[in-house]
T-cell receptor, first 110, second 115 residues
Framework: RKEVEQDPGPFNVPEGATVAFNCTYS??????FFWYRQDCRKEPKLLMS???SGNEDGRFTAQLNRASQYISLLIRDSKLSDSATYLC???????????FGTGTRLLVSP | EAGVAQSPRYKIIEKRQSVAFWCNPI?????LYWYQQILGQGPKLLIQ????????DSQLPKDRFSAERLKGVDSTLKIQPAKLEDSAVYLC?????????????FGEGSRLTVL
């Protein structure tokens, strides 16, 4: 079983739609959680951290369910510029290694 | 502020040849990472340095891959001999203080094609 699992998509949505991505992780001792964004043929960049209480940054909402080992990202009012791959990232114990999921590809169309 | 610099951006070699990639992290970042990203997959950590010491190289194929960060600043990743399955983007990243905040700053990557 992969440490971090995501549906690769692609998710095709129209502008203005709300879309949600899910991610599951296998290591119950994982400490921290993040979403990164990667544009086509570009490097990954941190989108937002995921806190236990849930957190919001503009149109983006991230939630964590430790009991189910599940992380989500909700994007409201999708823009064309949101088209990218969204990588779920988990920090494990020990050397604090960041483990990346495969990513979920989002395509927003006019 | 200058970002993470990597070179070369692209490299095409034949199998069994060798290749080296160079990375210069953001000034002051003690932690440096090399990730391998195969098309359609997420980045996979190959090696993590804290200053000039290795803290995790558990997924580095040590029979063919090597990496060093001699002066605790820039780093090189070498593959010798290359295999077809090494075709990937090699991403270098750096962070402050072991990346406690979760924010890694990535370079643009070095795209390797092995024929």
């Amino acid at each position: 079983r992969k440490e971090v699992e995501q549906d690769p998509g692609p998710f095709n949505v129209p502008e203005g739609a709300t879309v949600a991505f899910n991610c599951t992780y296998s290591n119950s001792a994982s400490q921290s959680f993040f979403w990164y964004r990667q544009d086509c043929r570009k490097e990954p960049k941190l989108l937002m951290s995921v806190y236990s209480s849930g957190n919001e940054d503009g149109r983006f909402t991230a939630q964590l369910n430790r009991a189910s080992q599940y992380i989500s990202l909700l994007i409201r009012d999708s823009k064309l510029s949101d088209s990218a791959t969204y990588l779920c990232v988990v920090r494990n114990t020990g050397f604090q290694k960041l483990v990346f999921g495969t990513g979920t590809r989002l395509l927003v169309s006019p | 502020e200058a970002g993470v610099a990597q070179s070369p951006r692209y490299k095409i070699i034949e199998k069994r040849q060798s290749v080296a990639f160079w990375c210069n992290p953001i000034s002051g970042h003690a932690t440096l990472y090399w990730y391998q990203q195969i098309l359609g997959q997420g980045p996979k950590l190959l090696i993590q340095f804290q200053n000039n010491g290795v803290v995790d190289d558990s997924q580095l194929p040590k029979d063919r891959f090597s990496a060093e960060r001699l002066k605790g600043v820039d780093s090189t990743l070498k593959i010798q001999p290359a295999k077809l399955e090494d075709s990937a983007v090699y991403l270098c990243a750096s962070s402050l203080n072991k990346g406690t905040s979760g924010e890694l700053f990535f370079g643009e990557g070095s795209r390797l094609t092995v024929l």
